[in-house]
């Protein structure tokens, strides 16, 4: 089973940036998909941020990020990253690294089968 371990998070500035980890273990996920998702105290569910495939050769994102996040994947070290630029307060959240086990990450949370525990970002105004 894999497990998986964010890591970046933090306190920072409108505008300012962070770079999120998520660290593999357990299982190689060199042919999965995975997936970033954030969630805050006022939503129910978590919200899909960014994805990426296997290969690396396909991104997604959702609109609110759009031109500010860049995911990427390293699948030597079993680890997917989150470039997060120009952030905002409304981007304040619990980050979530999450592993499909298709090659292609959905926008479905049901279909994870490996979630992160989680790291907070802050952005202050």
């Known amino acids: 089973q894999v497990q998986l371990a964010e890591s970046g998070g933090g306190l920072v500035q409108s505008g300012g940036s962070l770079r999120l980890s998520c660290e593999a273990s357990g299982t190689t996920i060199s042919h999965r998909g995975m997936a970033w998702w954030r969630q805050t105290p006022e939503k129910e569910r978590r919200e899909f941020v960014a994805?990426?495939?296997?290969?690396?050769?396909?991104?997604y994102y959702a609109e609110s990020v759009k031109g500010r996040f860049s995911i990427s994947r390293d699948n030597a070290k079993n680890t997917v990253y989150l470039q997060m630029n120009s952030l905002q307060p409304e981007d304040t959240a619990v980050y979530y690294c999450?592993?499909?086990?298709?090659?292609?990450?959905?926008?479905?949370?049901?279909?994870?089968?490996?979630w992160g525990q989680g790291t907070q970002v802050t952005v202050s105004s």
């Open positions: 994805g990426i495939s296997w290969s690396g050769t396909d991104t």
């Open positions: 999450a592993t499909d086990p298709s090659a292609t990450p959905s926008l479905r949370p049901a279909e994870y089968d490996g």
